[in-house]
């Protein structure tokens, strides 16, 4: 009898289970590191999209099991955020890919499925059920205890009831149990909050841990940047499977129409120049290319000089957050921040913020230290493959800006775009494209600059409080031996010169940067 | 001061020694890096008034740690020779004649009466031949007038037993000589002392080392002088004769030999370019050395018995070199 070989069609949940790594769920450590991201992004995310000054509350409290290893915790957050209208809350939070991620954006995440990971990852490991409640503003706060079908890619509901909202909250509050080693991630997951007060300084972060200690992060301002808008997708970044959902969609009925209408930054002289050039009529209809047709236009388009894409849609943090983030959490002797302007690779805009302080919190000693943040996210792991460690470690000659390795100095690099260029799906690295790399060293160069300045001006002092200290020391020596040595009694006094002394070396000084 | 730095010591054809030339340096109170030395050498200079006014002595050590007691430490005692050394630059004197004298190792023999002039002694008279194991050139003998002298040359002699062998050989009799130990490397008193000797007792003086480059220059320093001190002068004995050990001694006397180290020939090639090596009997010397490849120390002709070397070798120099 003939083998039959079984071909099964699985759900998107069950895909993600059967996949966790890729999420980064690879264990209970990475697991509870990544479920607490995903759930603060989320929340972050739920306050920015209308401006809202985040107010965050995490809680983690043990259940049962192990400490010291991997055992049951309680996971629980809520936001001040817009809220999730009540109809979709169940599909929100039980179906994997449902979300408002797949649109071309500036966002924190765009698996579309971290917090769903996290439950699910919760509910396979405990086989608990997850309680979403949120209200969007009006009189009533729903409730639902749920979990996923992981087979259909569905919610079940087990409960469902409202609560008054006399107070007319918005926000959401999710709860679950999840299995994780919270002693072997709580360092890291330290970090992660910390690291995300400098990069959001405009939120309040509370968090209580699992032995009841309270780690409290305050916003030190409620200015916000600007909520990224949505855009059409730049030619330059098309791929043909793109392009073949985009002509399913379209309305259009010729290629010009087609071309205006979807692309970013594409009118009707350029769409019409543009396919002069790869021989497409103009007046075409695109549901009626061929394959052949497609493929010669998505490789016309990446070789096509379109606009640059416009960086409208990109939510950087700005100057003076990033300065207002970094001093809040590490308050440098120090800090220069620095906006590049907006920039582009494969069609995608990006633009990169980088920031240098030194002193204050910053440890001495080990190098720089290197602070990485996407799109506000900060990133912990693999510091060594990414472009900005790659920059700071062998592009930039610190001697030249009179940066030591001993000295207590942090470098912070924020990339945002509609698409950061991982390498990896972890998303946990950023790869070393050129023109990334060019914005980053060139930002860098410039925070750098000012740095020096400061250095400078330090070594300046140090070296003057040096000098003052060698002639307090000598001087009055001088003037007791040479007079014992020319059989005098009455010794000089050398006060007035030890007052010349700073005068002649702030002169020196002078002399010496003119030299530089 | 003069500078002493390298290329300010040149080497004086009239004097037959190393000078300094026509470079100064400027020690400033007003200048970071000059303040603590010239700190240093004012106190230097308080610090020995002190001593000759007082009539006292001391030694380069001794300076090293009596600045101690004025916050003044130096970091080494080779800081502070430093200082002593800027000091006799500056003043134009060597450090004996502000009574500060190195550790004392080198040591005189024979029939020469001296008479003191260090305070508490004076007029006092001894002659050097009255004590067997030699006396110390230390500060009192330097400052010693010179009596009455039966002697009619000097012999020095790198080795401490050579020295003893030789009093016990009676060659300052046999042979009516002062003996001086250098014990190794002059000090500048002896150095000193064997001028005066030679200048004003017209004695001639002859010099024995080790056939080797080290003892070599042993014997040139007494005759040439040091390049470390340029500064000074009065120290060398231009006239004083090189007798051996030679290195084609080491052949002609079929001396028990060892061969030369690298550092040896390193050496030997250093010396060859030196302008004091400039003598028909040095090029021809150092040329023997590095063909035999060979060195030998004084104390090898006692493969001969150890009266060889004061009754064949001695006499036969002698007559060689006078």
Known sequence: MALQEVFQEISAADFFYRNRDIAGFTNPTRAIYSTIRELVENSLDACETKQIPPEIYLRISHESGATDGPGVYRVRIEDNGIGIPHDIIPSAFGQVLFGSKYKLRQTRGTFGLGGKMAILYGQITTHGTATIMSSTGPTKIHQYDLIIDIQKNKPTVLKHK????????????????TEADYT???????????????????????????RGRLYRFDRVTTQMPKPPEETLPHPHGVDVETLKRLIELTNERTLVGFMRTHFHRVGRTIATSFLQQVNL???????????????????????YKFLAPDASCLSPLGEELLEAGIKKELSPEFIAVYQ???????????????????GGQIEAGGGIKLFRFANKIPLLFDEASDVSWKVVNTQVDWRHYKVTSDMPIAVFVHICSTKVPYKTVGKEFIADRPDVEREILNALREVARRLSLFLSKKIHIAH?????DVFQKYLPKIALFSTKLAGKSKQPDVSPLLKSVLRYESEESEEDIEDA | MPSRSINNIHYDLQTRQYILGDHYVRRSARNIRHVRPLTQLVWTGSFVDQLTSEGKTSTLRDVFYSAQ?????????AESDDIITDLETVIGHSREDFNVFPEERSAIFGDLTIQYTVRGYEGKQLNLASHPDGMMIGPALTNAEFADCNADKIIAIEKGGLFTRF?????????????????????????????????????????????DPWGMHIANVIISGSANAAHLRDLNTPDAKWCGVWASDIVDYKLPSDPLTDLDIKRLYELDKDPRYDGKLWKK?????LKNKRKAEQEAFSRYGLAYIVDKYLPAKLKEMS
């Open chain 1, 162 to 177: 409202t609560h008054p909202n006399e107070n007319r909250w918005h926000g959401a509050i999710i709860e679950f149990s």
């Open chain 1, 184 to 210: 072997r991630a709580m360092s890291k997951i330290l970090d992660y909050l910390m690291e995300t007060a400098i990069v959001a300084p405009y939120a309040t972060l509370t968090y209580v841990d699992p």
């Open chain 1, 281 to 303: 009529p103009t007046r075409k209809n695109p549901k009626k290319l061929t394959p052949e047709e497609i493929v010669t236009l998505v490789n016309g388009m990446k070789n």
């Open chain 1, 340 to 358: 590049r302007k907006p920039s582009a690779y494969a069609g995608f805009p990006f633009i990169v913020e980088v920031g240098i302080a030194y």
């Open chain 1, 464 to 468: 003057d409080k040096h000098r003052l």
């Open chain 2, 69 to 77: 007691a004025y916050e003044m430490s130096f970091a080494d005692q």
């Open chain 2, 167 to 211: 009093i016990e050989e009676r060659v300052h009799e046999k042979y009516k000589a002062i003996l001086i130990h250098t014990a190794g490397q002059a000090p500048r008193a002896t150095r000193s002392l064997i001028r005066r000797m030679s200048r004003e007792l017209k004695l001639p003086c002859y010099i024995f080392c080790d056939a």
């Open chain 2, 285 to 289: 010397e150092i040329a023997s050395f």
